[in-house]
């Protein structure tokens, strides 16, 4: 019998699903975080700890084929961050690495077993020397350019082997320690994206998949305006493009749903030059300054002379649109926030994860995501 038990126990602690938290669903839904202050000290009062699960302190860097802190302001923010946990003991601080504009050396430092170590024993030695809860990998993306970066074929396979190196080892200290370390990744919302990565493979040594479902349209390159996050398909968007698709696509691809974290925007794009026609949706368009709005920005803009808000009841979203000054904008507020966490607890996903929180200092988003998700759950528990 005891030879028995610790099988089953060994079993439990080296299967990776298993102990990545996969088999079964968290009852409580996740609340993940991108927390993006770049070099600024964080401050107290600028985060709500009681109302998150997780903290993604974005990012840090790869530099000679090791991890390294991103900003300068780094140390204290962590020191920070580790001090929430006085609020809300339950929340875990990880620490994003990459992001749209740093991911030039991940193809490098995954590509053999040697680069995999060295980059693995860095980012134990970030997560000790910090006091941190694990990792997330925010690759953008395996074997696709993104923003100018260095890819080759062989990333859809070493992102796997990647992934179950730091899982492996993040197992080792676990049994050491008894401390449990989260791994989890940042994915694309596209086919293109589940194309170039082995995601059935992949998903087994994470935690969580944090599905970015936004930026769907961009005016950056997008010469049509349209929703940027969209929770359901517009029959009349030629892109046919929503964050259910991509769900589907994911969960397709091996993803269970309890895995997946519905990614929401705190922010908003915007369009210039836009024709009236449908309110300016799916229309010609042009970048303007400062096209990426804050939801702090969107929201002055929607109560500004001139802008009117529409609901777009196929794609469950909304948009504002100025005739006089021909802007179109596509953000998320808390009709669709919503909507969203609606969706998430009807499909038993396991969460919502945002970008990034200085998008609304009001907290009126987190604060929708709060009481649509946890006070809904409170309220189907009672008898």
Same mark, same amino acid.
């Given at each position: 019998?005891?030879?028995?038990?610790?099988?089953?126990?060994?079993?439990?602690?080296?299967?990776?699903?298993?102990?990545?938290?996969?088999?079964?669903?968290?009852?409580? =839904?996740?609340?993940?975080?991108?927390? /993006?202050?770049? !070099?600024?000290?964080?401050?107290?009062?600028?985060?709500?700890?009681?109302?998150?699960?997780?903290?993604?302190?974005?990012?840090?860097?790869?530099?000679?084929?090791?991890?390294? &802190?991103?900003?300068?302001?780094?140390? *204290?923010?962590?020191?920070?961050? !580790?001090?929430?946990?006085?609020?809300?003991?339950?929340? *875990?601080?990880?620490?994003?690495?990459?992001?749209?504009?740093?991911?030039?050396?991940?193809?490098?430092?995954?590509?053999?077993?040697?680069?995999?170590?060295?980059?693995?024993?860095?980012?134990?030695?970030?997560?000790?020397?910090?006091?941190? $809860?694990?990792?997330?990998?925010?690759?953008?993306?395996?074997?696709?350019? @993104?923003?100018?970066? =260095?890819?080759?074929?062989? $990333?859809?396979?070493?992102?796997?082997?990647?992934?179950?190196?730091?899982?492996?080892?993040?197992?080792?200290?676990?049994?050491?320690?008894?401390?449990?370390?989260?791994?989890?990744?940042?994915?694309? &919302?596209?086919?293109?994206?589940?194309?170039?990565?082995?995601?059935?493979?992949?998903?087994?040594?994470?935690?969580?998949?944090?599905?970015?479902?936004?930026?769907?349209?961009?005016?950056?390159?997008?010469? #049509?305006?349209?929703?940027?996050?969209?929770?359901?398909?517009?029959?009349?968007?030629?892109?046919?493009?929503?964050?259910?698709?991509?769900?589907?696509?994911?969960?397709?691809?091996?993803?269970?749903?309890?895995?997946?974290?519905?990614?929401?925007?705190?922010?908003?794009?915007?369009?210039?030059?836009?024709?009236?026609? !449908?309110?300016?949706?799916?229309?010609? @368009? *042009? =970048?303007?300054?400062?096209?990426?709005? =804050?939801?702090?920005?969107?929201?002055?803009? &929607?109560?500004?002379?001139?802008?009117?808000?529409?609901? $777009?009841?196929?794609?469950?979203?909304?948009?504002?649109?100025?005739?006089?000054?021909?802007? /179109?904008?596509?953000?998320?507020?808390?009709?669709?926030?919503?909507?969203?966490?609606?969706?998430? #607890?009807?499909? *038993? #996903?396991?969460?919502?994860?945002?970008?990034?929180?200085?998008?609304?200092?009001?907290?009126? #988003?987190?604060?929708?995501?709060?009481?649509?998700?946890?006070?809904?759950?409170?309220?189907?528990?009672?008898?």
């Amino acid at each position: 019998m005891l030879k028995t038990c610790a099988s089953v126990l060994c079993l439990i602690l080296t299967v990776p699903a298993l102990y990545a938290g996969g088999v079964l669903p968290s009852v409580k =839904p996740i609340v993940v975080a991108y927390v /993006f202050p770049q !070099n600024a000290a964080l401050e107290p009062g600028q985060i709500e700890a009681s109302k998150l699960t997780r903290i993604n302190y974005a990012f840090a860097n790869i530099a000679d084929g090791r991890m390294v &802190a991103g900003f300068a302001s780094d140390d *204290k923010n962590f020191a920070f961050l !580790n001090g929430l946990k006085k609020q809300n003991p339950s929340l *875990k601080v990880l620490v994003s690495v990459g992001g749209w504009l740093w991911s030039t050396n991940f193809s490098d430092v995954s590509l053999t077993s040697q680069s995999r170590r060295i980059f693995v024993d860095s980012v134990m030695d970030f997560l000790n020397r910090y006091s941190l $809860d694990g990792l997330d990998v925010d690759w953008e993306y395996p074997g696709m350019v @993104g923003s100018g970066h =260095p890819f080759r074929s062989e $990333d859809k396979g070493n992102f796997t082997l990647l992934l179950r190196d730091l899982r492996q080892r993040f197992n080792r200290q676990t049994r050491k320690t008894h401390k449990k370390l989260y791994l989890t990744f940042a994915a694309g &919302a596209s086919d293109e994206y589940l194309a170039h990565t082995e995601m059935a493979k992949a998903q087994v040594y994470v935690d969580t998949v944090n599905l970015m479902a936004y930026d769907y349209y961009e005016p950056s390159s997008d010469p #049509l305006t349209g929703h940027h996050a969209p929770l359901f398909t517009n029959p009349a968007d030629p892109r046919h493009v929503s964050a259910d698709a991509s769900i589907q696509a994911f969960e397709r691809a091996g993803v269970p749903a309890a895995k997946i974290l519905l990614g929401v925007p705190f922010y908003g794009h915007m369009w210039g030059q836009v024709a009236g026609h !449908n309110h300016g949706l799916f229309q010609p @368009g *042009k =970048p303007v300054p400062q096209g990426y709005a =804050p939801y702090h920005v969107v929201a002055d803009a &929607a109560q500004s002379p001139g802008y009117t808000r529409y609901w $777009d009841p196929a794609a469950s979203v909304p948009y504002l649109y100025n005739a006089d000054k021909q802007i /179109f904008i596509s953000y998320e507020d808390a009709e669709s926030l919503a909507a969203k966490c609606k969706y998430v #607890l009807s499909h *038993k #996903l396991g969460g919502v994860m945002f970008w990034d929180y200085s998008g609304d200092p009001s907290g009126k #988003l987190l604060e929708t995501i709060d009481q649509s998700l946890y006070k809904s759950v409170a309220a189907s528990e009672k008898p």
